[in-house]
Nanobody, 121 residues
């Protein structure tokens, strides 16, 4: 009953920036964490960043501080600011949320459909 709607992907030149958004909607009793992962062709899906509802964030080491994750609890929305983009950042980016939707109050993981980010060289 929880859905994640992503937006903000597109085509940019190397060195450019994009901001991805992901809004969670539906029956949400408690939002625990939201995050982003990505998957490039021929590669495994990898974690990009995760943030708790309290704002504590963790990032993949390979991102070198270029990406910033943030959360708006009032809107149940997570953002990913991507700066200094490189061609190797090209991937499908997936939004994830760990949600307690209601009784029996067990956390459930939800995933968005993914949004394409393409960085040209």
């Amino acid at each position: 009953q929880v859905q994640l709607v992503e937006s903000g992907g597109g085509l940019v030149q190397a060195g450019g920036s994009l901001r991805l958004s992901c809004a969670a909607s539906g029956s949400i009793f408690r939002l625990q964490t939201m995050g982003w992962s990505r998957q490039a062709p021929g590669k495994q899906r990898e974690l990009v960043a995760v943030i708790t509802s309290g704002g504590a964030a963790n990032y993949a080491d390979s991102l070198e501080g270029r990406f910033t994750i943030s959360i708006d609890n009032a809107k149940n929305t997570v953002y990913l600011q991507m700066n200094s983009l490189k061609p190797e950042d090209t991937a499908v980016y997936y939004c994830n949320a760990a949600v307690v939707p209601g009784p029996p109050y067990r956390p459930v993981d939800f995933w968005g459909q993914g949004t394409q980010v393409t960085v040209s060289s």
